[in-house]
Structure formats: structure tokens, C-alpha cells
């Protein structure tokens, strides 16, 4: 079922020159979802068109979502965001959607590839499997153009040193 709920920019950064994360609260419901599943995001006046983009994080007790969103030349979204939205406004949230989705019993050796803010998916992926404790090795393979473009490298160092089942290796 698809839900489709305020919720307010409380947080917003710069993890890359193209790339904003957002955080976002819910204003009513939170939206119940999968990780690896995505949204749509929207102005709430629906002057901005409807755009999809992959949960980075695995549900929360208090319902936060981040989005990794990729300044995309010409695109009107992604300009809205990188440009116009700031933390205090509320937007439309809609889903979830997407069948990205891993089995939380599962307990097979995983591996994980992802490039710029495709880690998105992969990130929420990975923080449940990480929190879940039952896969018997997660490695993840990240793609970046250059060293200042790699996203959450200290968020995978510290998931390497936490447990003895998580490698990663990019630039």
C-alpha cells in the first residue's frame, strides 16, 4: 500500500559537489518500508514533478529518512533540491516502491556493489544486514571518480572495526 505523507527537511549536506544528502521527519505517518525500497518525492503544492530516489537508511524507530540526491544537469528535481529546498520546509513523500529488497533471514555471505549515490540503496541494505548480525560476511565495492567523492567512508571504517564480517574496498 502506498502512503502519502508530509514530511519536514530537517537536515542537509553536502557529501559531495553533486551529491545532498536530505533528512527528512515525518509530519504525520511515518512510512513503513523495506531497505533497498525507494520513494517519491515532491513540493507539496505538486509544482515540482514527482521524482524517485532510494531510501539511504534502514527504518528507524522515529521514522527519519535520508535521500542521496545527484545534481542532475537540466533536471528539474534535482535542481529543486540542490538549489531551492532548505531544512524547515516540508515536502510530499509517496511509497514505498521497489522490490530491492533482501531477505532479513538470510545468512549467506553478501556482496555489494554501488557507485555515487547509487549507495543509497545499498547503504540501507547494509545497515540492516550490519544491525541484524546474521549474514556470515557483507563486502561492499564502492565506486567513486576521485578520493573526495567517496560517500560514508568513515561510516564503513567503523562498521570494518565493529565487526569482523564487514569489508569494503573503493578508491
Known amino acids: 500500500m502506498s502512503l502519502e505523507e508530509p514530511y519536514e527537511v530537517i537536515g542537509r549536506e553536502h557529501r ?20 533497498g525500497e525507494y520513494l517519491l518525492l515532491e513540493d ?10 532510494s531510501i539511504a537508511n534502514a ?20 535542481t529543486w533540491v540542490h538549489e531551492r529546498l532548505r531544512v524547515g520546509e516540508e515536502v510530499s513523500v509517496s511509497g514505498p516502491y ?3 529488497v ?20 545499498i547503504r540501507a ?4 544486514a550490519v544491525a541484524a548480525n546474521r549474514r556470515s560476511s557483507l563486502t561492499l565495492i564502492f ?8 560517500i560514508d567512508g568513515e561510516r564503513f571504517a567503523a562498521w570494518r572495526r565493529g565487526t569482523g564480517r564487514f569489508a569494503s574496498s573503493g578508491p
Open 16 to 35: 559531495t559537489a553533486t551529491i545532498v544528502e536530505l533528512w527528512l521527519r515525518p509530519r504525520g505517518d511515518a512510512l513503513e518500508y523495506l531497505p
Open 59 to 78: 527504518p528507524r524507530p522515529d521514522g527519519l529518512i535520508s535521500l542521496l540526491i545527484t545534481r542532475v544537469p537540466g533536471g528539474e528535481s534535482s
Open 44 to 53: 507539496l503544492e505538486h509544482r515540482i514533478p514527482p521524482r524517485s530516489f
Open 143 to 150: 565506486s567513486a571518480r576521485s578520493e573526495v567523492e567517496v
Open 98 to 100: 521497489g522490490t530491492f
Open 125 to 128: 541494505l547494509l545497515e540492516a
Open 102 to 121: 533482501d531477505d532479513p533471514a538470510a545468512t549467506a555471505p553478501a556482496l555489494f556493489l554501488a557507485a555515487g549515490s547509487g549507495l543509497a540503496p
